[in-house]
């Protein structure tokens, strides 16, 4: 296993544009948690997902975002009608339910212009 | 709800000198605490945590961290840096006895090690 992979590492998007982004977790981990992080601040907790529930949403987590993980495997996260103020790094982390100390995947960076 | 300040946004040193990095958090509740560092253009690594027992605890990489309830702290140490040490660090805690494991995380402190 190679750790959490996130799909894209990149993206630059148009104002208004829907994105969506993916992520894969060490696959023996049912825990799967979203964070965003913008520049010059510390992760910001989203989401998260035990298996293919989602258990608790941040209110940083508008209507424009929303996140599945339809099979309790992989993840994806999606922003409709992105804005400005959504150009950050997203962070993907998975662990075993019950043990401290995630494994994060390496983030995808949106820049909205 | 909980909230971790970390001192110091940057933290420049010479190679093979002592470090500090200082984290308070503010919590009603018990809480478990962790160091997170991030290399450029990569995720988060866990370095170490706190949960009980011993207050002094080790990580990876030659670093150490303190637990002091009393001062609600929690600063990370190194006695000799090296310039692969050069990374972004991240104070976090969550609350003891909750079962969702979310983490809140500090501004984060730039350590920038120095020929």
């Known amino acids: 296993d190679t750790g959490v992979s996130q799909d894209p590492r990149h993206k630059i998007t148009k104002r208004g544009q829907n994105v969506t982004f993916r992520c894969d977790p060490i696959s023996e981990h049912n825990r799967l948690y979203w964070y965003r992080q913008t520049l010059g601040q510390g992760p910001e907790f989203l989401t998260y997902?035990?298996?293919?529930?989602?258990?608790?949403k941040s209110r940083l987590l508008s209507d424009r975002f929303s996140a599945e993980r339809p099979k309790g495997s992989f993840s994806t996260l999606e922003i409709q009608r992105t804005e400005q103020g959504d150009s950050a790094m997203y962070l993907c982390?998975?662990?075993?339910?019950?043990?401290?100390?995630?494994?994060f995947g390496s983030g995808t960076r949106l820049t909205v212009v | 709800a909980q909230s971790v300040t970390q001192l110091d946004s940057q933290v420049p040193v010479f190679e093979e000198a002592p470090v500090e990095l200082r984290c308070n958090y503010s919590s009603s509740v018990s809480v478990y605490l962790f160091w997170y560092v991030q290399y450029p253009n990569q995720g988060l690594q866990l370095l170490l945590k706190?949960?009980?027992?011993?207050?002094l605890v080790k990580g990876i990489n030659g670093f150490e961290a303190e637990f002091n309830k009393s001062q609600t702290s929690f600063h990370l140490r190194k006695p000799s840096v090296h310039i692969s040490d050069t990374a972004e660090y991240f104070c976090?805690?969550?609350?003891?006895?909750?079962?969702?494991?979310?983490?809140?995380f500090g501004k984060g402190t730039l350590l920038t090690v120095n020929p």
């Open positions: 706190y949960l009980s027992g011993s207050t």
């Open positions: 982390a998975s662990s075993l339910a019950g043990r401290d100390g995630y494994t």
């Open positions: 976090a805690v969550r609350t003891s006895g909750g079962s969702n494991y979310k983490l809140t």
């Open positions: 997902f035990q298996n293919e529930a989602q258990l608790e």
